[in-house]
């Protein structure tokens, strides 16, 4: 039978697990904002070399699984830099990354999708790159990403999960230490998974009324 004590009696562990699982969303998804927006704008470069290394950038972390990217910079990282880098650092920084390369793809595609003219008539008038892209292009870009952007950041809150593989105490950490003592895999994983639910489901509905009015705009 499930047992509801075995949640109700380790409910701490789970808040605690809950909010460090929303910590590292939240600073991985602004962190990852600046080094997609970074990313995104100098694949637009006209200077070539740059293009080239934002392209090595995307095509490197979306191509190494996260948990991967997230066991070397915890265990290689340390060894090739002869620095010591903490779990919630090595967490931060491959999650941030990771999810950045995605990010500047996002940018890029949307930055791209606004019609030719707007540039060529914001530069007809005299305004620099930096005018442009402030006042014409990334207004108008912008409304056109929020979709792939809200998608992405919910799968960024599942990501998390990864975390606990480098023995930062996030829910599913936590959630794997109660079963320890329990002996209630069925009962604290099925809270775990409730817990995604009520969080996830709302945002992705919200997601996908984000993409059609996105797409009634068009």
Do not use: H
């Given at each position: 039978?499930?047992?509801?004590t075995?949640?109700?009696?380790?409910?701490?562990l789970l808040?605690?697990?809950?909010?460090?699982?929303?910590?590292f969303t939240?600073?991985t998804?602004?962190?990852?904002m600046?080094?997609?927006?970074?990313?995104?704008?100098?694949?637009?470069s006209?200077?070539?070399p740059l293009?080239?290394?934002?392209?090595?950038?995307?095509?490197?972390f979306?191509?190494?699984p996260?948990l991967?990217?997230?066991l070397?910079?915890?265990?290689?990282?340390?060894i090739?830099?002869?620095?010591n880098?903490?779990?919630?650092?090595?967490?931060?920084i491959?999650?941030s990354c990771?999810?950045?390369?995605?990010y500047?793809?996002i940018?890029?595609?949307?930055?791209?999708?606004?019609d030719?003219?707007?540039?060529?008539a914001?530069?007809?008038?005299?305004m620099?790159?930096?005018?442009?892209?402030r006042?014409?292009?990334?207004?108008?870009?912008f409304?056109?990403?929020?979709?792939?952007l809200?998608?992405?950041s919910i799968?960024?809150?599942k990501?998390?999960?990864?975390?606990?593989?480098i023995?930062v105490?996030d829910?599913?950490?936590?959630?794997?230490?109660?079963?320890?003592f329990?002996?209630r895999?069925?009962e604290?994983y099925?809270?775990?998974?409730v817990?995604?639910?009520?969080?996830?489901?709302?945002?992705?509905?919200?997601?996908?009324?984000?993409?059609?009015?996105?797409?009634?705009?068009?």
């Amino acid at each position: 039978m499930f047992d509801y004590t075995v949640i109700t009696n380790n409910i701490g562990l789970l808040w605690q697990g809950l909010l460090m699982t929303l910590y590292f969303t939240v600073i991985t998804i602004a962190a990852g904002m600046l080094i997609g927006l970074f990313v995104g704008l100098i694949q637009l470069s006209t200077f070539k070399p740059l293009v080239i290394l934002g392209q090595i950038y995307v095509e490197f972390f979306r191509n190494i699984p996260l948990l991967v990217t997230l066991l070397w910079v915890y265990y290689a990282f340390p060894i090739f830099a002869g620095i010591n880098v903490t779990k919630f650092w090595a967490g931060f920084i491959g999650l941030s990354c990771y999810v950045g390369s995605f990010y500047a793809e996002i940018l890029r595609a949307g930055v791209q999708s606004v019609d030719p003219g707007q540039t060529d008539a914001a530069t007809a008038i005299g305004m620099s790159y930096g005018q442009r892209m402030r006042r014409i292009i990334l207004p108008q870009a912008f409304r056109k990403m929020i979709p792939p952007l809200a998608g992405q950041s919910i799968i960024q809150m599942k990501n998390t999960t990864l975390l606990s593989m480098i023995t930062v105490p996030d829910l599913l950490y936590q959630a794997s230490y109660i079963s320890s003592f329990t002996y209630r895999p069925m009962e604290v994983y099925t809270a775990v998974g409730v817990i995604f639910l009520i969080i996830l489901v709302p945002l992705t509905l919200l997601s996908r009324k984000l993409e059609k009015s996105g797409a009634s705009v068009k």
